[in-house]
């Protein structure tokens, strides 16, 4: 893949390469680097992840956090884990709030937890002017509803609704994360959001181990597979793939204030 995309490089805004995933994440390191993969932001999810991204950091300079608690991974929360959170957030290379949000997928999701939850960490955010990386699935009203007088930035990551929703998200200061499905055969409707938003909005992601693009899908997914969205995209919008690569770099400059150059 490298002489192809040789200029570029890229950023990964979002995933969660964690030891209960990979073997090897020296090796996943290492590719990534190879592919012009310049900084991987981790996300936590609860409190194990969160607390093993701590230490991932410190280890590999390419790496930096979110930190925060997913809406369906809420068993172990308690007031205990809000005060962690906020103790973690003055880090370095803790750049922002996330993985957190709202997921009405399943039907036994307690939807009031998961709103005070997702209420309490926006607070954290707004007090520390630090960005939030959002996951909303079947829940997109509601997202929007809490986000809109929150006065806080961030990104609907692996966004899936309308190019309606995404230039109502993109009115409050949100940008829009674009990863593998966008390669799906079925992603019509993605395919449209990034055709239809200007490229100034948008972030890569791959939100690995999840959704690895075509035609990797029977891997793993890993921030290597960047480039093969940046491509996609570049095609969609009919531009370079350096173009891609150097104003989605800087959209997450511009959004994450305490991930450096
Ligand atoms: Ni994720």
């Not at 926006?122 to 997202?143: C, F, M, N, Q």
Request: proline fraction near 2%.
């Amino acid at each position: 893949m490298l002489d192809l995309y040789e200029k570029s490089k890229f950023i990964d805004t979002h995933s969660h390469i964690f030891r209960e995933y990979y073997d090897n994440i020296d090796e996943v390191i290492k590719e990534a680097k190879k592919n012009n993969i310049d900084k991987i932001i981790i996300s936590g999810c609860d409190l194990k992840s969160n607390i093993e991204i701590i230490d991932l950091i410190k280890k590999y300079d390419i790496l930096y956090a979110t930190l925060g608690f997913h809406p369906t991974e809420l068993n172990d929360f308690n007031e205990d884990s809000i005060k962690w959170l906020e103790e973690h957030l003055k880090d370095d290379k803790v750049i922002g709030i996330g993985e957190i949000g709202l997921d009405y997928h399943y039907d036994n999701t307690d939807k009031q937890l998961q709103q005070d939850v997702f209420k309490m960490q926006i607070a954290l955010a707004k007090k520390y002017k630090l960005p939030i990386l959002v996951h909303s699935r079947d829940s997109i009203g509601d997202t929007y509803n809490i986000l809109k007088d929150a006065g806080v930035k961030g990104d609907i990551h692996c966004f899936s609704s309308s190019v309606e929703m995404a230039n109502e998200f993109i009115k409050l200061g949100f940008y829009i994360g674009i990863g593998g499905i966008v390669t799906f055969k079925n992603a019509k409707n993605i395919v449209e959001v990034v055709k239809n938003i200007d490229l100034n909005h948008i972030l890569l992601e791959t939100d690995a181990p999840y959704l690895t693009p075509e035609p990797y899908r029977k891997y793993k997914n890993e921030s290597k597979y960047i480039p093969i969205i940046a491509k996609k995209i570049s095609e969609i919008k009919n531009i370079d793939i350096n173009d891609v690569a150097r104003v989605t770099s800087n959209n997450a400059y511009r959004l994450f204030d305490k991930l450096r150059k």
